[in-house]
C-alpha cells in the first residue's frame, strides 16, 4: 500500500498508539503484524471480545455500619452484584478509579476518622484489596478519575474544603504527587472524563452548593480552567463518562434529586438535560463500560422509590442517546457513599 493510498482519508499513515483492550477504543494508523501483536499480549489492543465484559467494582460505603465490601458487576449485562472481596478498612466517602487492569481506592472516612490511606485490586482477578500508597493528606468526600495510565484525585474535606488536586501512575504504587488547583475548593463533587480531559463537576463549598464545572488535560499537570455549569447546583451527585460524552446523575439540593445531566467532554460550555433517574438518589457509585452507565446505591436509591438511608438499586442508561434510567439489578448489600469505577475507565463515586 502507497502513502497515497493511505491518506486517502481512509486509513492515516500516523500511529496513534491505543487506548485500551475495549472495542470502543482508538487504534489508529497503520500497524505491522508484529506490533498488534505485541500490543494484543500486553492486553492493550481492541478487541471485540472486550466489548460488553467490562467489570465494574463497587467498594465501601456506609449501611447500618461501615462497610469494607468491595461488590463487582458485568456492566453489558444486566444483573445482581456479587462479592470480589474487601478493602483493608471498612471506608465510606471515599472515590476510586481505574486502568483496564487495576482499580485504586483511595481517602475517605473510616469509622469517623478521615484517612489518606489508597489501596488497589486486580480488576480480573478477586481478592483483597492491597496498600498503594497514601494521599498527601487525610481526606474525605473527594472525587476521582483519570486516563489508563494516571489517575487524579480531586478536592475533598480535610478539615476544611480543599482545591487541590494530585495524581497517580496507576501502574506503580506510591505516594501521590501535586497536579494543581481546581478553580473552586469544594468537596463532595463528581468527577469523569475521556482518555484526555478529567472533569470536576458540582459540590459544595461549604456555604453553598455549587454548579461549578472545571476540567483539566490529564497528561500534564496544571490548574484547572472553567467548563461551564451544572443544569442545578447539587453535590454528591455521581459521574462517569463514554469516550466522548459525561453524565451527571442524582444529587442533593434540598433534597435528593433524580436530575441527570450530559455534557461533550471535547466541548466548554453548560451541561444540558439528559433525562431523569427513576428513583432520586445522592451519594451513589456512578460506573461505565462507555456504552452503558450504571448509578448503584445511595441515599434514597430504592426500588420502591423510598427514602431509605441503604440503597441497593442499580439503575442504568445508554449514555449515546437521552432518555430516563431503567433497572439493572441489586447491589449485593445496599450502601450509600461508596465509590465506583471499572476497567472500561468508568467514572467515580462522589
Avoid at 497514601?134 to 478539615?159: K, V
Avoid at 506503580?172 to 482518555?195: I, K, P, Y
Avoid at 452507565?293 to 442508561?317: F, K, M, R, S, V
Wanted: with cysteine; net charge negative; hydrophobic share 35%.
Amino acid at each position: 500500500m502507497s502513502y497515497k493510498q493511505m491518506t486517502g482519508n481512509i486509513i492515516s499513515a500516523t500511529k496513534v498508539e491505543p487506548d485500551g483492550k475495549f472495542i470502543t477504543s482508538a487504534a489508529s494508523g497503520v500497524w505491522s503484524l508484529q506490533e498488534q501483536y505485541d500490543y494484543v499480549r500486553g492486553g492493550n489492543w481492541p478487541s471485540q471480545a472486550n466489548g460488553s465484559d467490562i467489570r465494574g467494582l463497587v467498594g465501601g460505603g456506609y449501611t447500618n455500619s461501615f462497610s469494607n465490601v468491595i461488590q463487582s458487576v458485568q456492566i453489558g449485562t444486566n444483573g445482581n452484584a456479587i462479592d470480589f472481596g474487601d478493602l483493608t478498612t471498612a471506608t465510606k466517602g471515599l472515590a476510586a478509579l481505574a486502568s483496564s487492569t487495576r482499580a485504586v481506592f483511595g481517602g475517605g472516612d473510616a469509622s469517623n476518622t478521615r484517612t489518606d490511606t489508597m489501596e488497589y485490586v486486580t480488576i480480573a482477578s478477586a481478592g483483597d484489596a492491597t496498600d498503594f500508597g497514601n494521599l498527601a493528606t487525610a481526606n474525605e468526600a473527594l472525587a476521582a478519575g483519570g486516563s489508563a495510565t494516571r489517575g487524579i484525585f480531586s478536592g475533598g474535606y480535610t478539615g476544611s474544603r480543599i482545591n487541590v488536586m494530585q495524581y497517580i501512575t496507576i501502574a506503580n504504587t506510591g505516594n501521590t504527587t501535586d497536579f494543581g488547583d481546581l478553580t473552586v475548593s469544594r468537596n463532595a463533587q463528581g468527577s469523569a472524563g475521556s482518555t484526555v480531559r478529567l472533569v470536576n463537576l458540582g459540590g459544595s463549598n461549604g456555604s453553598a452548593n455549587q454548579d461549578v464545572m472545571d476540567y483539566v488535560t490529564i497528561a500534564s499537570t496544571g490548574n484547572a480552567s472553567d467548563f461551564g455549569n451544572l443544569t442545578v447546583a447539587r453535590l454528591v451527585g455521581a459521574a462517569c463518562s463514554s469516550a466522548t460524552r459525561l453524565v451527571y446523575m442524582g444529587g442533593y439540593v434540598s433534597d435528593n434529586v433524580n436530575t441527570i445531566d450530559y455534557i461533550t467532554i471535547a466541548n466548554t460550555g453548560n451541561a444540558s438535560d439528559f433525562g431523569d433517574l427513576s428513583s432520586a438518589s445522592r451519594s451513589g457509585a456512578a460506573l461505565s463500560n462507555r456504552t452503558k452507565a450504571l448509578l448503584a446505591g445511595g441515599h434514597g436509591n430504592n426500588e420502591d422509590g423510598g427514602t431509605g438511608n441503604t440503597g441497593y438499586w442499580i439503575q442504568a442508561i445508554t449514555i449515546a442517546t437521552t432518555g430516563n434510567s431503567s433497572g439493572f439489578g441489586d447491589l449485593l448489600a445496599g450502601v450509600s457513599d461508596p465509590a465506583g469505577c471499572s476497567d472500561g475507565h468508568g467514572g467515580i463515586a462522589a
